[in-house]
Structure formats: structure tokens, C-alpha cells
């Protein structure tokens, strides 16, 4: 043990997370908070494997995140196998695969970890937590308004406030795209440059594409494009071209929706995020909190994934980032509620079959009983337990005597076991 912890060798692989006791619980109360709106809207949990054939998940990962995968050989035979990346491919696959004959629209969330490979000065996590949801089979707006609704709804839930959703619209960037007639490599680096908001790039990249001013002028709009309504009027007057102005109309009215519902103080326009271009297909988002410099969360419309493992179905859907979820909670409430405590049962009279049966009585009313066995005052009891948790402590002292010390402020009480169990 010693010359494990002078070694120079990490403990852990980086970038792998670990969940103390009291983290773990505030992990678990955020899933179950988040999972529990998703329920109450009538998604149902589904648990998808840890890893998946290569060749077959393959089909709905992009290269960048397939080259970020852990991959490995089955040893029963030889198939290459993949530690999952992400969880939508996945979701995408179970739906094509096996609930085809499913009525849709399905509904389905989930909570699990997802595992990347990043390079070691890059600081990301590896092991990432999400939870999210996937509603497969609706193209209209009502689709896109729902997923954004329960996202704003989960994070009320939890006790966050002070967060914005930026909603933006690939397909208008898409049309604008389409209507340029660059090479395919200034294309990428003109995505590249509206993805950094970078304008003296763009205004580079375009330079070098020869493109008439009034093209360019479109393009480079897109970096201001950020506010209200008004951002989609102002948009509107950019272009006349269908496609752009489709994606504008579809904006505007999931916008409006989710307005008339009362969130407007949540939502934000942003015509400019257009990060994951080559996946999304439509209406997509991110969520910020205040003062955290990461999404809490992404998602958007993808409606050309599950048909790459089957039949083509419209889908739209979003994941938190449980991590950053936990963080931005944190830092919201300040101090975090306490772990709940527990009750320290002591038999100091070493009577096993007392403790144990007192025990069980404890718990099935609902109690969290810790059992102790061992000879100590009451004094030494205090001094040992508390601070360390322990919320109170009940020494039984023979016969039906027994002891109740609250370890927060001290107090005790003295009396009969069946009177002070109805003071726990």
C-alpha cells in the first residue's frame, strides 16, 4: 500500500469519475428528478448495452466519434466490438431493430454512462453521465416544442432558475450553404468558422471563395443573428430562398409555443449554433447556466438516423450532461441539502438477537438503521458518532431502557424503547 501511493503511476485512468458517498446521492437525486419528468410525460426508461458490435452501431456514429471509441475483440468471436460513445445511435438502433412493430411515437429516456477517448492535456472527462430522451415518430413542431418543454420542466424541477436555452435551426444554415456553390473543403471551413463565431475568419474564407458580396453578407449575418423573435424576422429579410425560409417558419412556431407556455425568460434564439451539422436535421439546442462555461446539455432534431439501421422515422431528443448538471446545482443552491442521516442503533448490552430484531423493526417503518454492538456510555457514543454523519443515535441500556441523542444539537432523552421509537 505504501509503495503504491509513492509510486508516480496514477491511481485512476484519466479522466474517469468517482462518486463519493454524499456526491453519489446528489447524483442519484438529479437522475431520478430529470427521469421523473421524462416519466411523467410518458417516455419509459430503456437500458442499453455497455458496448456494441462495431459494424452495426457504425452505421449512426460519425467518424470523429467512432475514432473516439474504446474498441476491443469479442473473444467468443473475434468481432470487434465498441465501448459505447453516445447513447442516441444506440436508442436509433432499438428502434429500427427491435420496435419496428412498435406503434409509434415511441417515447423512451434513459440514464448511463458513455465512454470517449480524449488526449490527456485536453482536461475532458472520458467517462461522461448523461441522462436524456427520444421521442421517434413525430416530424411536426409539436415534437420539437415537447423535447424542449420537458429539458426547461427538468431543470425547474431540480431547483435551476437561472439558465438559457439558445435554439437554432441547421436547415437554415443548410439552405444558405447549399445556395453558395463552394468546394466542399471552404464549405467545412466556413462551418468551422461560424461554429467558433470567429468573423474575421469567415470573412477570410469567403474572401477566398470569390463569393458576390451579397452572399458573403449573408453568411457572415448569421454571427448577430442572436436575441428574440426578432432575430427570425431579421433573418427572414436575409434570404428568399424555400429552404431557409421553411426552417425560419418551423423555428418561429415552436418558439412562439414554447413562449405562450410562460418560458420566455428561459429561451434565447441563436442562428449561429450549428454544432453537429452533419447529424442534425432541423430545430436544435443547447442549455446554458450562469456561470458555467459548458453546456448542461444538447440536443435537436436527427431525423435520418434511425433509418440507417432500418426504416426511416423522424426523431428529435436531447441529453443532459449529469455532471454538469450536478455542478450548476451546486452552485445554484450554494450549500447542497445533507445526505440524509441515519439512525446508529447500539446494543451495549452485546445482545445480538435484540439488536437484530429491534433492527428490522426500525427498518421495515422506514428507517435507515445502522447496527453497532458494543459496550460504551452514553458519552463515549456522542464523542465517537458525532459529526460523522450519524443524524441520531438510540443505545438500548437493558431491559426496555434506552437512550435517544440527537448528534446535531446534543440533546438527549431518556425513557422506555417503545416511547422514544415515536420520537424518531
Not at 490527456?120 to 416530424?139: D, K, P, W
Not at 429539458?151 to 438559457?164: M, N, R, S, V, Y
Not at 432541423?282 to 448542461?296: M, Q, R, T
Amino acid at each position: 500500500m505504501t509503495k503504491f501511493k509513492n509510486s508516480n503511476r496514477p491511481m485512476l485512468p484519466r479522466g474517469m469519475a468517482t462518486f463519493l458517498p454524499e456526491a453519489a446521492i446528489h447524483k442519484r437525486h438529479i437522475e431520478e428528478t430529470v427521469l421523473s419528468v421524462f416519466l411523467s410525460w410518458g417516455y419509459l426508461e430503456v437500458i442499453p448495452p455497455i458496448f456494441e458490435y462495431l459494424d452495426v452501431i457504425a452505421l449512426g456514429m460519425s467518424e470523429e466519434l467512432l475514432e473516439k471509441g474504446y474498441k476491443f475483440v469479442d473473444r467468443g468471436n473475434g468481432r470487434l466490438m465498441l465501448l459505447r460513445p453516445d447513447v442516441t445511435p444506440q436508442i436509433a438502433r432499438m428502434a429500427a431493430m427491435l420496435m419496428a412493430d412498435v406503434p409509434k411515437p415511441l417515447r423512451l429516456c434513459y440514464r448511463a454512462n458513455v465512454f470517449r477517448h480524449e488526449e490527456e492535456h485536453a482536461g475532458r472527462a472520458r467517462e461522461l453521465f448523461q441522462i436524456g430522451g427520444e421521442l421517434i415518430g413525430l416530424e411536426g413542431p409539436e415534437a420539437d416544442a415537447e423535447v424542449i418543454a420537458i429539458a426547461i420542466e427538468a431543470l425547474l424541477k431540480i431547483g435551476l432558475t437561472d439558465f438559457k436555452i439558445a435554439l437554432g435551426q441547421v436547415e437554415f444554415f443548410r439552405g444558405l450553404m447549399n445556395g453558395l456553390g463552394l468546394a466542399s473543403d471552404l464549405q467545412k471551413q466556413v462551418h468551422a468558422a461560424v461554429v467558433r463565431k470567429d468573423r474575421s475568419k469567415l470573412a477570410e474564407v469567403l474572401d477566398q471563395g470569390g463569393l458576390p458580396e451579397t452572399k458573403a453578407r449573408q453568411i457572415t449575418a448569421i454571427l448577430s443573428l442572436f436575441g428574440q423573435d426578432e432575430v427570425i424576422e431579421q433573418a427572414w429579410g436575409l434570404t428568399t430562398l424555400p429552404a431557409c425560409r421553411a426552417a425560419l417558419a418551423r423555428l418561429r412556431e415552436v418558439f412562439r409555443a414554447l413562449i405562450a407556455a410562460g418560458w420566455k425568460e428561459h429561451l434565447i434564439i441563436d442562428l449561429a449554433e450549428i454544432r453537429g451539422f452533419d447529424y442534425y436535421t432541423g430545430i436544435i439546442f443547447e442549455v446554458f447556466a450562469k456561470d458555467l462555461g459548458v453546456p448542461l446539455g444538447r440536443g435537436g432534431r436527427y431525423d435520418s438516423l434511425v433509418g440507417k439501421f432500418g426504416t426511416p422515422c423522424p426523431s428529435t431528443g436531447f441529453a443532459f450532461d449529469a455532471e454538469q448538471l450536478q455542478w450548476a446545482w451546486q452552485k445554484t443552491l450554494g450549500a447542497v441539502p445533507e445526505v440524509p442521516g441515519e439512525v446508529l442503533l447500539i446494543e451495549t448490552r452485546r445482545d445480538m438477537v435484540r439488536l437484530f430484531q429491534l433492527a428490522r423493526t426500525l427498518r421495515e417503518k422506514g428507517y435507515r438503521v445502522i447496527q453497532h454492538l458494543e459496550k460504551m456510555d452514553v458519552r463515549e457514543a456522542v464523542t465517537r458518532f458525532q459529526g460523522a454523519g450519524i443524524q441520531r443515535l438510540f443505545m438500548l441500556m437493558g431491559g426496555e431502557k434506552a437512550v435517544l441523542i440527537n448528534c446535531r444539537t446534543g440533546s438527549q432523552q431518556s425513557g422506555r424503547i417503545p416511547v422514544l421509537l415515536s420520537k424518531l
